[in-house]
């Protein structure tokens, strides 16, 4: 059975940084593309950033780009998401997401297949 | 950047077919992923590839793309389908992963 676990959120004054893990397993971890998807209270989802099976290829949105890492270690079955700089308008639960293609590690997320539970980030002074 | 356009909301009687829609610029040349969320819960794949079920998903959902808009339909609709329903496309052009607003379907 596939599990994603997320850590790491809580509560930052603007500008901080969090870094938040994604522990994965009932799955070969390293083959597929990982995700992390948020959705800001009362709103709907929005991509936040992907990263390739083997870590090579990352892509992230536009409103977090410069701002936010993606990375992954895939001798743990983690994925991880520096966050810097945040604002106010970056509070949501955080989710982390797999792909549903085993593609051997080198593909971009084309969706969403399995999710964790979520882990919120709140931005307030 | 690419868009995809929903409507806010659809209602529909138990029983009864609902049919959510998902518009953009050449949508049909595009895959369609769909996802339900129900509140307080993490999202669940529902379609993927525009129209392939995954594994414990009721025949009842079904999918469609061509043209400019995709196609969500749920038959028989019952009062445990009550959600959020979301599409998204990976948009090839700007690497970038694309989610539609979301439509809330509210069974009567």
């Known amino acids: 059975e596939v599990q994603l676990l997320e850590s790491g959120g809580g509560l930052v004054r603007p500008g901080g940084s969090l870094r938040l893990s994604c522990a994965a397993s009932?799955?070969?971890?390293?083959?597929?593309?990982m995700s992390w998807v948020r959705q800001a209270p009362g709103k709907g989802l929005e991509w936040v950033s992907s990263?390739?099976?083997?870590?090579?290829?990352?892509f992230y949105a536009d409103s977090v780009k410069g701002r936010f890492t993606i990375s992954r270690d895939n001798s743990k079955n983690t994925v991880y998401l520096q966050i810097n700089s945040l604002r106010v308008e970056d509070r949501a639960i955080y989710y982390c997401?797999?792909?549903?293609?085993?593609?051997?590690?080198?593909?971009?997320?084309?969706?969403?297949?399995?999710w964790g539970q979520g882990t919120p980030v709140i931005v307030s002074s | 950047s690419y868009v995809l356009t929903q409507a806010p909301s659809v209602s529909v009687a138990p029983g009864q077919t609902a049919r959510i829609t998902c518009a953009g610029d050449?949508?049909?040349?595009?895959?369609v992923h769909w996802y339900q969320q129900r509140p307080g819960q993490a999202p669940v794949l529902v379609i993927y590839?525009?129209?392939d079920r995954p594994s414990g998903i009721p025949a009842r959902f079904s999918a469609s793309n061509s043209g400019n808009t995709a196609t969500l339909t749920i038959s028989r609709v019952e009062a445990g389908d009550e959600a959020d329903y979301c599409c998204?496309?990976?948009?090839?052009?700007?690497?970038?992963?694309?989610f539609g607003g979301g439509t809330k379907l509210t069974v009567l």
């Open positions: 050449n949508i049909g040349s595009k895959t």
């Open positions: 590839y525009d129209s």
């Open positions: 998204q496309v990976w948009d090839t052009s700007g690497e970038h992963v694309v």
């Open positions: 990263i390739s099976g083997g870590g090579d290829y990352t």
């Open positions: 009932g799955f070969t971890f390293s083959t597929y593309a």
């Open positions: 997401a797999k792909d549903s293609r085993d593609c051997g590690g080198d593909c971009p997320a084309e969706n969403f297949q399995h």
